[in-house]
């Protein structure tokens, strides 16, 4: 394994210290990222459509693209990229079918909408199962993935590594709240996006090109439609299970969500989101296929590649000359770092507006925010805790994130989005929803964890892939919530103005730009016949 040198370590410290330093400006361009705490958290609702899309796009490649999804690559090919290409789909959902929504009620948080919809309990749960979600996911996975790359690149240990990435990120975000992490993210899109087609194109030159790659691994690992006994990526659980875990992802997780409230009006949100969704096909290229290029490496026998998850981490370290060497690896910690910035920032929102202020209304802005930074490191140390539990569920960390993903997803999403479209479901049947949706999932979760103990019927439920398992679930979830709605009494249409299709309110003026609207439009459906040149050509 190459050892970073001067060059390498002098290239690491100068880029970190410019992303600190573009914190700091972005912290003191406002005063109000620091006065009040909307504007902490929310970093004014002034920010414009193209920092919104790249906020979205480096926020999003954290642990599971830098080691995960290239790890995953390495291990079974391109199938793993599904879960980008829907994202692309997905944020165009987000954009023209709930931007609207959130924008116009003026809410800081998506359980605070879920209150206007249902009631006050859903969003209690909504806040508490998002908090949990960031500790299993989110803050664990994204230190864990900081440890790995540490351990394999620079030498250093895996809890020493973790450990910094904490320390470090947490500078920036508590200073600067979104505002920092936004501007951050701006820069870090292009340091990513260069250094993976860099790490890429090397990796092709050193095979002999596309078609070598091709030959070496097989048309398999080219194919993203699998077969239904696929053991994780069956074609079902692509079409019908990966777009219900986008939904929750890219329309209702605050994380991702916050980014989209940040923006000064609807355009630019929806404009973020478009751009957001080109950003997502890059994904496959430069994260999953430099994996598939290390395993085609370590197949002919020049590199070693003990464990898939350290696919990215060797071919950079194998191919990437001194200084530049430096410069991209300087780039995965700092995506690492978006990552964990953001979520940081999100549960200290959620902890402020959702629970603490809920409790306590009349405190001030200055303690809330203080309250958050807390509440935060607390979660930290949560996250550090569940790390060695995570390859008990998956041994890849890609998968692993989706399928602990897969037991919460399926009934927030399904309350969403089944609750925009349709006034008759009424926050009894959210809340039965909800409540049945956390006990199925965690008891899949408890009985995943202890499968080989198990027989019968509950072997038979741990052992159920996960994308299945997140459909049955949302199916179950579903009906729930219409047939509790229905032997209950319907919410008064009064109280839902504004919060479903047909009780919206009609705009008194047409979007601030008409001729960008159209070229929204045309945009989005670009983005689609993009998303099916991409799956034509890899149908195997």
Known sequence: MSQLVTLDWITIGLYFLFIFIVAYWATHRDTSTRKTSAGYFLAGRNVGWFVIGASLFAS???????????????ASGVAV?????????????????????YLRSGVYTMPEFLERRYSSAARWYLSIISIIGYVLTKISVTIAAGGIVFET???????????????????????????????????????????????????????????????????????MWKSLSDPDFPWTGILFGVPILGVWYWCTDQFIVQRVLSANNIDNARRGTIFGGYLKLLPVFIFVIPGVIAYA????????????????????GVLMPVGLRGLIIAGLLAALMSSLSSVFNSCSTLITWDIYKKIRPETS????????????AILVGFGLLWIPFMKLISGQLYQYLQSVQAYIAPPIAAVFLIGLFWTRVNSHGAIAALISGFILGMVRLVAEINKDLL??????????????????????????????????KQAPITKLVGLTYSTKEKPTTAPLNSHWFRKDFIFSILLVVCVGLIWIYFSG
């Open 60 to 74: 999003n490649i954290g642990s599971e693209h830098l080691v995960g999804l290239a790890g995953t690559g390495a």
């Open 81 to 101: 990229g599904q879960f980008e290409i829907w994202a692309s789909l997905i944020l165009l959902m987000l954009g023209w079918v709930f931007v609207p929504f």
């Open 153 to 223: 690149l620079m030498g250093i240990d895996f809890w020493t590594g973790a450990l910094i990435i904490v320390l470090a990120t947490g500078i920036y975000t508590v200073l600067g709240g979104l505002r920092a992490v936004l501007y951050t993210d701006l820069i870090q899109m292009f340091i990513l996006i260069g250094g993976a087609i860099i790490v890429t194109i090397t990796g092709l030159a050193k095979l002999g090109g596309w078609g070598n790659l091709y030959e070496i691994v097989g048309s398999d690992y080219f194919n």
């Open 297 to 316: 490496l370590a197949q002919s026998g020049q590199l070693t590649l003990d464990q898939p998850d350290q696919a990215l981490p060797v071919l950079i």
């Open 365 to 376: 802005d200055k303690h809330l925010v203080t309250v958050g930074q807390i509440a935060t």
């Open 455 to 488: 027989s019968g019927w509950l072997f038979s439920y741990a052992n159920i892939n996960f994308l299945h398992f997140a459909i049955l679930l949302f199916l179950i979830c579903s009906g729930v919530l219409i047939g509790v709605s229905l032997v209950t």
